[in-house]
């Protein structure tokens, strides 16, 4: 991992939160279906429920997603529970990457999906703000503002210059550390 990121991904692995074949290539973006898996493991271990218990004790009513081009376990499950979602189209696109803002907008819906209370939270301070897009606004602002128990810093922050960066890629170590500091929250 780059040097800033090193210790938290570090205490990740300590704590088992990654996926042994996530724990490489920390700065290359992330593909959707790496980060369901890293979701599911990080759901798992701040619940101590299994999968199947996760999605039956939390999946969303009506019936369950069904994605044309990937049957991947991890990923139906955490579609089950509303932890991500696909384009909208039928498909997940699991080898696709995910935005800055999206994962902001992924990070919410996790948390909310095993009962975390997600109140609306006022403001981006961010010199891009203008960047990011209406959906991910509410997002934004409480992964910007929601702290990490152990750390004290939000679970999810900008990249420096006082931006968020919405439309970048998401990389492996961003998203072990954001993983990381919700688990943590």
Same mark, same amino acid.
Do not use: H
């Given at each position: 991992?780059?040097?800033?990121?090193?210790?938290e991904?570090?205490?990740a692995?300590?704590?088992?939160?990654?996926?042994?074949?996530l724990?490489e290539?920390?700065?290359?973006?992330i593909?959707?279906?790496e980060?369901?898996?890293?979701?599911?493991?990080i759901l798992?271990?701040?619940?101590?429920l299994?999968?199947?218990?996760?999605?039956?004790?939390y999946?969303?009513p009506?019936?369950r997603?069904?994605? $044309?081009?990937c049957? @991947?376990?991890?990923?139906?499950?955490?579609?089950?529970t509303g932890a991500?979602? /696909?384009?909208? %189209?039928g498909?997940f696109?699991?080898?696709?990457?995910?935005?800055?803002q999206d994962?902001?907008?992924m990070?919410?819906?996790a948390?909310?999906?095993?009962g975390?209370e997600v109140?609306?939270?006022d403001?981006?301070?961010y010199?891009?703000?203008?960047?990011?897009s209406t959906y991910?606004?509410?997002?934004?602002?409480?992964t $910007?503002?929601?702290? @990490?128990?152990?750390?004290g810093?939000?679970?999810?922050?900008?990249v420096?210059? /006082?931006?968020? %960066?919405?439309?970048?890629?998401?990389t492996?170590?961003?998203t072990?550390?954001t993983?990381l500091?919700?688990f943590?929250?």
């Amino acid at each position: 991992p780059s040097a800033w990121a090193l210790e938290e991904v570090q205490d990740a692995a300590r704590l088992e939160l990654l996926p042994e074949d996530l724990t490489e290539f920390y700065q290359q973006p992330i593909t959707r279906l790496e980060y369901c898996r890293l979701t599911m493991q990080i759901l798992r271990q701040k619940t101590g429920l299994t999968t199947e218990a996760l999605v039956e004790q939390y999946a969303l009513p009506g019936p369950r997603p069904v994605f $044309s081009d990937c049957k @991947d376990p991890e990923v139906l499950a955490a579609a089950a529970t509303g932890a991500v979602f /696909g384009p909208g %189209d039928g498909t997940f696109r699991p080898q696709g990457l995910i935005s800055r803002q999206d994962a902001a907008v992924m990070l919410l819906q996790a948390a909310a999906a095993v009962g975390a209370e997600v109140l609306p939270i006022d403001g981006l301070m961010y010199a891009d703000a203008d960047q990011i897009s209406t959906y991910a606004r509410l997002a934004i602002q409480w992964t $910007s503002q929601v702290r @990490d128990s152990v750390t004290g810093k939000p679970v999810m922050a900008g990249v420096g210059g /006082g931006r968020f %960066d919405p439309l970048g890629n998401y990389t492996r170590e961003q998203t072990m550390l954001t993983a990381l500091r919700l688990f943590r929250s």
